[in-house]
């Protein structure tokens, strides 16, 4: 008899220990289940947001090209002053969910041209006084090195924060993290003057964007033609005029505007409007 009971009692928590150990098994297995939805939800969400910037950074590069290309092919004199015209004439209110709006043949800018427009605009101001000296013809004077126009152009393309440090010389090299590194108050009087050039819509709407001022300014300082292995900037061939030896001032302006709309342009086509943004991925 106590052998049996004993037998019966053993088979009972053989069963019991079996069913533990299965529901043990299931709650594991929704477990890792659970585990591997979660993981695979957000490498999805993580997969979306790159294919977001990855296409954003697309189109921003095609029509950068595309610009490039119209400008090269019109017959538009100073697309830097026509970038400005129609910062000037539309609103924030004119913005529109379709970025090829006034391409497809649509009015209004939409907040994709627009961004463009706002960058073509300010930085084109500088970068066409910039090559308007370089290619007045007497080299002597008017040469350039790349690295004379990158101390000038970051600062200027900082806004008004950045001429600010320029100015007052709140950093230097010693700091590691400073942003313009130097002071000049004479560039930094002249940057400003030139800022106060550009139009209060044309400044809001470059200032609302935050460019990424270090990738920008670099990618601009790189588009630019250069000429004795890289330590000045090249300028522009003479004209080719048969009615006169030397363009008129208005002419050399157009052809300089010219040139550093299509610099601009390669440049965005290289980081983007908003370069700083697409490279800090989560």
């Given at each position: 008899?106590?052998?049996?009971?004993?037998?019966?009692?053993?088979?009972s928590r053989r069963v019991m220990v079996a069913c533990v150990v299965m529901?043990?098994?299931?709650?594991?297995?929704?477990?890792?289940?659970?585990?591997?939805?979660?993981?695979?939800?957000?490498?999805?969400?993580?997969?979306?947001?790159?294919?977001?910037?990855?296409?954003?950074?697309?189109?921003?590069?095609?029509?950068?090209?595309?610009?490039?290309?119209?400008?090269?092919?019109?017959?538009?004199?100073?697309?830097?002053?026509?970038?400005?015209?129609?910062?000037?004439?539309?609103?924030?209110?004119?913005?529109?969910?379709?970025?090829?709006?006034?391409?497809?043949?649509?009015?209004?800018?939409?907040?994709?041209?627009?961004?463009?427009?706002?960058?073509?605009?300010?930085?084109?101001?500088?970068?066409?006084?910039?090559?308007?000296?370089?290619?007045?013809?007497?080299?002597?004077?008017?040469?350039?090195?790349?690295?004379?126009?990158?101390?000038?152009?970051?600062?200027?393309?900082?806004?008004?924060?950045?001429?600010?440090?320029?100015?007052?010389?709140?950093?230097?090299?010693?700091?590691?993290?400073?942003?313009?590194?130097?002071?000049?108050?004479?560039?930094?009087?002249?940057?400003?003057?030139?800022?106060?050039?550009?139009?209060?819509?044309?400044?809001?709407?470059?200032?609302?964007?935050?460019?990424?001022?270090?990738?920008?300014?670099?990618?601009?300082?790189?588009?630019?033609?250069?000429?004795?292995?890289?330590?000045l900037l090249k300028p522009l061939p003479p004209p080719t005029s048969t009615s006169s030896s030397?363009?008129?001032?208005?002419?050399?302006?157009?052809?300089?505007?010219?040139?550093?709309?299509?610099?601009?342009?390669?440049?965005?086509?290289?980081?983007?409007?908003?370069?700083?943004?697409?490279?800090?991925?989560?």
């Open positions: 008899m106590g052998i049996s009971n004993m037998g019966e009692g053993g088979g529901v043990m098994v299931v709650v594991l297995m929704c477990v890792v289940t659970g585990n591997a939805y979660q993981s695979n939800k957000g490498s999805s969400a993580s997969a979306s947001s790159s294919q977001e910037m990855y296409v954003q950074e697309k189109e921003e590069m095609l029509y950068a090209e595309e610009f490039i290309g119209r400008s090269s092919a019109s017959n538009e004199k100073n697309p830097i002053s026509s970038a400005c015209a129609r910062i000037n004439s539309h609103s924030s209110d004119h913005f529109t969910d379709s970025r090829m709006t006034t391409m497809n043949g649509g009015g209004g800018l939409s907040a994709f041209e627009w961004e463009f427009d706002a960058v073509l605009c300010y930085a084109g101001t500088f970068m066409s006084k910039m090559l308007s000296e370089l290619n007045s013809g007497d080299k002597s004077s008017s040469a350039k090195s790349p690295e004379h126009v990158h101390l000038h152009l970051q600062p200027y393309l900082g806004g008004q924060d950045a001429l600010t440090q320029l100015l007052k010389g709140n950093e230097n090299a010693d700091n590691a993290t400073c942003f313009v590194c130097y002071e000049d108050t004479g560039a930094a009087n002249g940057l400003m003057q030139l800022r106060e050039t550009v139009s209060v819509a044309a400044l809001k709407a470059y200032d609302a964007i935050d460019v990424c001022v270090y990738d920008l300014a670099a990618a601009i300082v790189i588009s630019i033609p250069k000429e004795q292995g890289g330590r030397s363009s008129s001032p208005t002419e050399s302006e157009e052809r300089s505007a010219i040139e550093a709309a299509q610099i601009i342009m390669k440049a965005v086509a290289l980081v983007g409007v908003n370069g700083c943004k697409n490279n800090h991925r989560a």
